[in-house]
């Protein structure tokens, strides 16, 4: 059945079956492209074919308040409470509630936070035709940056001053560098797998943050030479004037005296 369907056959995605695999296929991709001071945009499509095996941990489903996953406690845990089959979450797919898929997703995307130490926060879930589509946005884009302070109605320009010595203390938490990080994650009924797309620039630094790295360094202290400011050169004694030099001074003298 598989052969009819061709579902073994290249779609141009990296295919893995495990979510270690999915790791470590995303940091070989990101080594090359990505350093503490540079990165280039990372566009990878992974896909989970219908017969992968999700080990899900006890904590999977618990998240933060603002669905954000947290990659530090998703690494910490290692207790496995069941095991899911893909085909499993792709063909039963509920109408309203997907628990399942959801508890998928967010085990696939805590993962994949492990890798480029980013956390993820839901941005949209719906269904289509084919099955639940669940999409993330990194908590430091600018678009989660924007989420969270749209309701100021000025947005101050980078690096602008609302004071003597101080940043906007807005401005200095937006992101100077947009990471443009998404992560969509497909339930796909046609295909039988689940399709994951990651865009992401993986590297994340504030205003502030930069305008520390870029502050000039504060000039040398004055160096202290002990004695030599009260050390005076002796003054050049002025050679004595002329005889009609001299003359020339004293009537100049009585000059100024008469005028004033």
Same mark, same amino acid.
């Given at each position: 059945?598989?052969?009819?369907?061709?579902?073994?056959?290249?779609?141009?995605?990296?295919?893995?079956?495990?979510?270690?695999?999915?790791?470590?296929?995303?940091?070989?991709?990101?080594?090359?492209?990505?350093?503490?001071?540079?990165?280039?945009?990372?566009?990878?499509?992974?896909?989970?074919?219908?017969?992968?095996?999700?080990?899900?941990?006890?904590?999977?489903?618990?998240?933060?308040?603002?669905?954000?996953?947290?990659?530090?406690?998703?690494?910490?845990?290692?207790?496995?409470?069941?095991?899911?089959?893909?085909?499993?979450?792709?063909?039963?797919?509920?109408?309203?509630?997907?628990?399942?898929?959801?508890?998928?997703a967010k085990h696939i995307v805590g993962a994949m936070g492990v890798i480029d130490s980013s956390s993820w926060v839901v941005r949209q879930v719906s269904r289509s035709a084919q099955g639940?589509?669940?999409?993330?946005?990194?908590?430091?884009?600018?678009? /989660?940056? +924007?989420?969270?302070?749209? &309701?100021?109605?000025?947005? *101050?320009?980078?690096?602008?001053?609302? $004071?003597?010595?101080?940043?906007?203390?807005?401005?200095?938490?937006?992101?100077?560098?947009?990471?443009?990080?998404?992560?969509?994650?497909?339930?796909?009924?046609s295909a039988r797998s689940v399709i994951v797309k990651y865009n992401h620039t993986p590297i994340h630094k504030t205003v502030q943050q930069l305008f520390e790295l870029l502050a000039p360094?504060?000039?040398?202290?004055?160096?202290?030479?002990?004695? /030599?400011? +009260?050390?005076?050169?002796? &003054?050049?004694?002025?050679? *004595?004037?002329?005889?009609?030099?001299? $003359?020339?001074?004293?009537?100049?003298?009585?000059?100024?005296?008469?005028?004033?």
């Amino acid at each position: 059945m598989d052969a009819l369907l061709n579902l073994d056959s290249p779609r141009g995605n990296y295919v893995c079956s495990s979510i270690r695999e999915i790791q470590d296929k995303l940091h070989h991709s990101l080594i090359s492209k990505s350093s503490d001071t540079r990165a280039e945009h990372t566009s990878i499509t992974f896909e989970f074919r219908h017969n992968t095996v999700f080990h899900l941990n006890a904590d999977t489903e618990n998240s933060n308040p603002d669905g954000s996953i947290n990659p530090t406690s998703q690494s910490q845990q290692q207790a496995v409470a069941r095991s899911v089959n893909v085909s499993e979450t792709v063909q039963n797919q509920p109408a309203d509630d997907p628990v399942l898929q959801r508890t998928v997703a967010k085990h696939i995307v805590g993962a994949m936070g492990v890798i480029d130490s980013s956390s993820w926060v839901v941005r949209q879930v719906s269904r289509s035709a084919q099955g639940w589509n669940f999409t993330y946005i990194c908590k430091d884009s600018l678009q /989660a940056w +924007n989420r969270a302070n749209g &309701k100021n109605a000025e947005q *101050p320009i980078i690096a602008s001053y609302s $004071g003597p010595g101080s940043l906007d203390p807005i401005n200095s938490s937006r992101p100077a560098f947009d990471c443009r990080g998404t992560l969509t994650i497909a339930f796909s009924k046609s295909a039988r797998s689940v399709i994951v797309k990651y865009n992401h620039t993986p590297i994340h630094k504030t205003v502030q943050q930069l305008f520390e790295l870029l502050a000039p360094d504060l000039p040398p202290p004055p160096v202290n030479k002990g004695n /030599a400011s +009260n050390q005076r050169t002796p &003054k050049v004694k002025r050679p *004595p004037p002329t005889e009609g030099e001299e $003359g020339s001074r004293r009537k100049r003298a009585r000059k100024k005296g008469r005028s004033g």
